[in-house]
């Protein structure tokens, strides 16, 4: 089964036409007559769907979706409805009681299995985002303070000029949004806004407005966006290739702003808490792998970068390097001028080895004063012309803490390891690791400000 479904109908012959219908399409169907047996079912089945007939004349189905709607656990559950007039009054009602879509009497079979495909690819993405979400705010990474947005940007693509007039006209009274025009596939360039697009409205009358949808989602920077496709009417056939191709929503030209503005609204809301879920997770990668000081990936990075490291070297047949620092006597300066200082000491040289290291080489704190720089392909005099440039550039560097007599120098002492290009089995990277840690621990006992070889490697 695809996913599950709950129909609820007070008429015993719809409920069993309709769970034929789905269960031919590969649904698993539940059945309800009742708002109560429903909400009894969902509380124990938790289904993934609810289908709902709105003309119900017992019952007042529209509270029973807000009452839904408004439940932290059904906030996720798609709603559709089904058996109201085709008319925009009554499709308005349905979406304000928080219907996901609605399908007015007669229903298209094709464009209501469509519809319910889009709403199930919808609900299993939110699923994914709050799990990796949850699963952030458990490791201790707080969710940050929602911004407050400005009004969100559409861009309508209109077949052509002709056609321009006509979306202008449906959009006319929506001046909550910000709006710009792109004929056809001109909607694919956006040098000439300065402003990313929430939602492109693609005009299907006579271009093939699904390879527009492929392409939009293709494109890196937009295919987070929402889609709507705006199909003639009547032209259910475009509509169900339309959603099947991923867009949001799908309208006919006949919408009323009212429809129009509250299914606008819907796409909207969808994008901007994905976009939130998405910042939240990335935060929470962030600080689970950068070091909040300095900036630099951390110790567990670190460790998770060198297996790959070590793999693609031993694969290729070519050396890598690991480099050690650590600044001297750094205790004294903790001591002498406050952590406040110290901290400043550790940005500065961590900002120092950012600048010197190439971008494909890795530079990470990996604890108090100890810095790891991973080098690939790269040799042993390589690694040591590097780590001398360091040695001698921070040795030159005067740390000035704005206070009478704390103009002091730093110096750093370095440990290099380079793998055996010749050996017959891959070097683990904690070995190299400590090959460098006991060369550093030789220069640091050598009289330090000093860089120190590996004796496997000199």
């Not at 009358?205 to 920077?221: E, F, K, Q, T």
């Not at 056939?237 to 429809?259: K, P, R, T, W």
């Not at 390097?321 to 001591?335: E, G, S, V, Y």
């Amino acid at each position: 089964m695809t996913g599950k479904i709950l129909v609820l109908d007070s008429v015993a012959t719809n409920r069993i036409v309709m769970k034929v219908k789905l269960v031919s399409a590969r649904y698993e169907t539940l059945t309800a007559a009742t708002c109560k047996d429903a909400l009894q079912l969902m509380e124990r089945e938790k289904p993934d769907l609810l289908l709902i007939n709105l003309s119900d004349p017992v019952e007042d189905s529209h509270q029973f979706c807000k009452r839904l709607k408004a439940n932290p656990k059904f906030r996720d559950t798609a709603i559709v409805a089904i058996g109201i007039a085709d008319t925009s009054r009554a499709r308005f009602a349905a979406l304000d009681a928080g219907a996901d879509e609605v399908l007015p009497h007669p229903i298209s079979d094709a464009f209501m299995l469509a519809r319910i495909r889009g709403l199930l690819r919808r609900r299993i993405a939110n699923l994914e985002w709050d799990i990796r979400n949850e699963t952030s705010q458990a490791l201790g990474f707080e969710e940050e303070v929602v911004p407050i947005l400005a009004p969100a940007h559409l861009c309508l693509a209109p077949a052509n000029a002709n056609r321009a007039s006509v979306l202008k006209n449906l959009f006319a009274n929506l001046t909550q949004f910000s709006v710009s025009f792109r004929i056809g596939a001109e909607a694919l360039s956006t040098s000439a806004d300065n402003v990313s697009s929430e939602v492109f409205v693609i005009d299907a009358w006579n271009i093939d407005a699904c390879a527009l949808v492929s392409d939009i989602y293709s494109r890196p920077n937009l295919r987070n966006s929402q889609i709507m496709v705006v199909a003639p009417k009547g032209r259910s056939d475009i509509a169900v290739q339309a959603l099947d191709f991923g867009a949001g929503e799908v309208v006919y030209d006949d919408i009323s702003s009212n429809e129009l503005a509250i299914r606008i609204d819907g796409l909207i809301q969808h994008k901007r808490r994905q976009d939130k879920q998405r910042k939240c997770v990335l935060s929470g990668l962030e600080a689970a792998t950068l070091d909040p000081l300095t900036g630099l990936y951390n110790r567990r990075y670190a460790k998770t970068y060198l297996k790959g490291v070590a793999e693609q070297a031993f694969e290729k047949r070519e050396s890598y390097a690991l480099l050690i620092f650590d600044i001297d006597h750094f205790k004294q300066i903790n001591d002498r001028f406050g952590h406040a200082h110290g901290d400043l000491v550790l940005k500065k040289v961590a900002n120092c080895l950012e600048q010197i290291f190439r971008s494909l080489d890795l530079v990470a704190r990996i604890g108090g004063e100890e810095f790891l720089v991973a080098m690939p392909e790269t040799s042993l005099c390589q690694a040591e012309l590097a780590a001398e440039r360091v040695r001698e550039t921070i040795s030159r560097e005067s740390f000035d803490f704005d206070r009478a007599e704390s103009t002091i120098n730093i110096t750093v002492s370095a440990g290099v390891a380079v793998n055996d290009v010749l050996g017959k089995c891959l070097t683990p990277p904690e070995v190299l690791f400590s090959k460098a840690d006991a060369a550093l621990y030789e220069a640091k006992s050598s009289g330090r400000d000093k860089v120190a070889l590996s004796a496997h490697a000199a």
